[in-house]
């Protein structure tokens, strides 16, 4: 069993950075590829990136590659998306996932998620 909790969203202008942190609970999270994924209103949820459970490989939507960076430390059970250039387009509810097989891209195919945090970019 996995517990996802984020933190880290906010407000911020078109060019900012912000750091969303994703903390897990439970033994075997260094088991678990993460996923982070996105949602905006009135729209479905989209795959954003995802590292496996080693944390050496990652792969990331075509729309966030260059600016969005996911690191993920084993040893104290946080994943991190780092988003760099932030842009109006990436304004949504935020999520991280633990699922078992990586690169997996759909959502559904996630055992565990967090609540969301909220990222609003303003232009």
């Known amino acids: 069993q996995v517990q996802l909790v984020e933190s880290g969203g906010g407000l911020v202008q078109a060019g900012d950075s912000l750091r969303l942190s994703c903390a897990a609970s439970g033994r075997t999270f260094s088991r678990y590829a993460m996923g982070w994924f996105r949602q905006a209103p009135g729209k479905e949820r989209e795959f954003v990136g995802a590292?496996?459970?080693?944390?050496?490989?990652?792969v990331y939507v075509d729309s966030v590659k260059g600016r969005f960076i996911i690191s993920r430390d084993n040893d104290k059970n946080i994943v991190s998306l780092q988003m760099n250039s932030l842009k109006p387009e990436d304004t949504a509810v935020y999520y991280c996932?633990?699922?078992?097989?990586?690169?997996?891209?759909?959502?559904?195919?996630?055992?565990?998620w967090g609540q969301g945090t909220q990222v609003t970019v303003s232009s």
């Open positions: 590292m496996r459970w080693s944390g050496g490989s990652t």
């Open positions: 996932a633990a699922g078992l097989s990586f690169p997996q891209t759909v959502a559904s195919l996630y055992d565990y």
